[in-house]
């Protein structure tokens, strides 16, 4: 969009000087003026899409927990709720004498400290893989020629930003750590291997509903985190990211290549991780339009890339247009003696 707008500040700077050009060539560069106008608009469009889809999934993530609560609060209503008080009595002298509601309270409160610990290291790595691809940015420009001194203070100050994000979230990771063995200590159960099985000594039984009504269950929360990792690695698929840190500078065209091939293969290890559990599963409307908006944004990247690729063909066959009449038009002006018309540059 800023290429296209700044050839329209060229187009206008050419009509504001015309004075010997003819009316033809002033209206065709109005028309194109106008084309490019509308390209521009549509193309701020779908990126305000792009912008609204990624603030949507913002909120699903952060209606979760609530969800979880809610759910909780629910199973106590259906008509099982009296086995599962029964069954979580048994269990209760064995994790500190608490009550059903109070020991199926803190269990619950336990796996979502272990999930929140589970994100909050996603987004570490994360922001590594940020501060990597910094360095690799900054080693290509110093090695390049025409180093940009703006790009590398840009990075500078980005690396400035990424640190103190790392920062916050090592202090609410440790934070989270410390939640973690205080409700296992409660308990009286074991912290270890925490993100591959469940804690030994808490009763499956003793949650009502698992994996229907009190959350979600292990199996379902590895799928979510499995997209989360795509999700990010599809922003990493932008014609902009797509080729960061590389010695070689490629084409447009050959950016909206790789950036194609990079989303058809984040979509193909979504489908064949998520596709068994889908079928296979009855009440995960949570997964299923996490999936949905997946498939859905991949979709409109690719359209994206697509129009991006159509939108500079148009524009370099009109420039070429307009480059062919004004060659035409000079060469008419010397034939009749007049001066050609020169474009300020």
Not at 87 to 112: M, S, W
Not at 135 to 147: G, H, I, N, P, V
Not at 171 to 196: I, Y
Request: glycine content about 6%.
């Amino acid at each position: 969009a800023e290429s296209l707008t700044v050839q329209i500040n060229k187009i206008d700077a050419k009509l504001a000087s015309s004075t010997d050009e003819g009316d033809a060539a002033i209206a065709k560069l109005h028309s194109l003026r106008q084309s490019l106008k509308a390209e521009v608009a549509e193309l701020e469009i779908l990126v305000t899409g792009k912008e609204q889809l990624e603030h949507s999934v913002a909120e699903l993530n952060k209606q979760k927990t609530s969800q979880f609560r809610t759910n909780m609060l629910m199973k106590w209503t259906r008509p099982n709720a009296s086995s599962a008080v029964a069954d979580a009595a048994t269990d209760g002298a064995a994790a500190g004498g608490f009550t059903p509601r109070t020991l199926t309270r803190k269990q619950a409160e336990l796996k979502q400290v272990q999930a929140d610990m589970k994100l909050m290291a996603a987004e570490l790595r994360d922001c590594e893989d940020q501060l990597e691809q910094i360095d690799l940015e900054k080693s290509r420009l110093e090695q390049a020629t025409d180093e940009d001194p703006d790009i590398a203070e840009a990075l500078d100050e980005l690396r400035t930003q990424l640190d103190e994000s790392k920062r916050d979230k090592l202090s609410q990771l440790q934070g989270l750590e410390q939640a973690e063995r205080s409700l296992a200590s409660e308990l009286g159960v074991s912290t270890l291997n925490k993100s591959d099985q469940e804690a030994p000594g808490m009763s499956v039984d003793a949650v009502a509903g698992r994996g229907t009504g009190a959350g979600l269950d292990a199996s379902s929360m590895q799928l979510i985190s499995s997209m989360a990792a795509s999700w990010k690695r599809l922003e990493s698929s932008s014609i902009e990211k797509v080729n960061v840190g590389q010695q070689e500078a490629l084409g447009i065209k050959e950016l909206i290549k790789l950036s194609n091939e990079s989303i058809d293969k984040v979509v193909s290890e979504v489908k064949r991780g998520a596709g068994q559990k889908l079928k296979g599963s009855k009440d995960d409307e949570i997964l299923l339009l996490i999936f949905e908006l997946l498939m859905d944004a991949s979709s409109c990247r690719k359209r994206l890339n697509d129009y991006t690729e159509g939108l500079l063909v148009q524009t370099a066959q009109k420039m070429d247009t307009f480059k062919a009449a004004f060659e035409a038009s000079k060469r008419a002006g010397g034939a009749d003696g007049k001066n050609a018309y020169t474009p300020r540059r």
